[in-house]
């Protein structure tokens, strides 16, 4: 991994890339998702002096918002948004970002969203220091709001840190079996928005166990979508992606799908493609796919990451009907059949 001294001017983005208006898709939050952006916004506005293409860059690594829109979607499925789900929407975004620039770091990722990363532009050494600066100003903002805000939110960083830290450790442990890569995924991804779903519905007056159903909702959601951003590192595009892909098989990390082709492909197969995997043999690619058709695995990822989704529409039943619940039932069919 790269230290390359820092630039003086954010990296070319190419043509068409940009920043994506905020609440797309999620129009009876839209505005409270663009409340939730000007408040992260306002919060980094201190450091545009000095590092203004870095801050600016940091645009880019915004998608769809889901985090913050599930977060004010369940809100206002309860009862209504307040200006305590605006920041909280604000931190668990800024923390989201923070994964963001570490994961790039730790995956040597050279795209993010169609764009540079930011440890292509600016190196590693600035890439950990952001991120450490995104972390500490999230959970500044959440002691705004109160004590409780920072314990929810503090356990779901922890999860997601030790989600994060047994991933990198279990690199190349080919032997990884499904209740581990789990364990991971349950953090690194999970783990925040069932954070989201429990803030959303706590401050918005829910009852202890209507928040319990709709953090089981963010959970479940998270599953399914990391099953389905482990899919598309295996069989995506990087045009539709617009991220590096390819990085997991690299760096040895196992995933849903590869896992079980393994238990799946006779002895002998399997111990030949581990070694191919830890010898990062060429044509080791379209060799995984192969062993991928032949025992169906990534039929078998998309039915997990289905039961996951359905697991997710299951919790919402606590809401009454409406359009936010129309909505987030239909986030939970997106994350299975998105391509990017």
Request: charged residues 25%; neutral net charge; contains cysteine.
């Amino acid at each position: 991994m790269g230290t390359a001294t820092p630039a003086l001017s954010p990296p070319a983005a190419p043509a068409g890339a940009g920043y994506r208006p905020p609440g797309l898709g999620f129009a009876p939050v839209a505005a409270d998702v663009a409340e939730a952006d000007r408040i992260l916004d306002h919060t980094l506005s201190a450091y545009r002096s000095p590092f203004g293409p870095l801050i600016e860059h940091l645009r880019h690594y915004r998608g769809k918002r889901l985090r913050p829109a599930l977060l004010l979607l369940t809100a206002k499925a309860v009862g209504k948004v307040t200006p305590q789900h605006h920041t909280l929407a604000a931190a668990v975004e800024m923390i989201h970002t923070a994964t963001l620039v570490h994961d790039d770091v730790l995956d040597e990722a050279e795209l993010r969203r169609h764009v540079p990363t930011v440890n292509a532009g600016w190196g590693n050494k600035v890439s950990i220091l952001l991120g450490d600066m995104l972390f500490t100003h999230a959970f500044h903002l959440a002691s705004t709001v109160d004590r409780r805000a920072c314990e929810v939110i503090g356990e779901a960083t922890n999860r997601v840190c030790a989600g994060e830290l047994r991933q990198v450790t279990e690199r190349g442990n080919l032997h990884l079996t499904e209740a581990d890569y789990f364990a991971v995924i349950d953090g690194k991804t999970a783990a925040l928005t069932e954070c989201c779903g429990r803030l959303g519905g706590l401050y918005a007056g829910a009852s202890e166990e209507v928040a319990g159903r709709l953090a089981g909702f963010g959970r479940n959601l998270g599953l399914a979508f990391q099953i389905a951003d482990d899919l598309l590192d295996l069989v995506g595009t990087e045009d539709a992606a617009g991220k590096t892909l390819g990085t997991d098989l690299e760096q040895q990390k196992l995933t849903l799908p590869v896992i079980h082709s393994l238990n799946r492909l006779p002895a002998v197969d399997a111990d030949a493609l581990r070694a191919a995997v830890r010898a990062g043999e060429a044509g080791l690619g379209r060799r995984v796919l192969h062993a991928l058709e032949k025992t169906q695995s990534v039929a078998y990822a998309r039915r997990r990451a289905e039961e996951f989704a359905r697991a997710a529409r299951q919790e919402l039943e606590c809401l009454p009907r409406g359009e936010c619940r129309l909505i987030l039932e239909a986030m939970t069919d997106w994350t299975t059949r998105r391509e990017k």
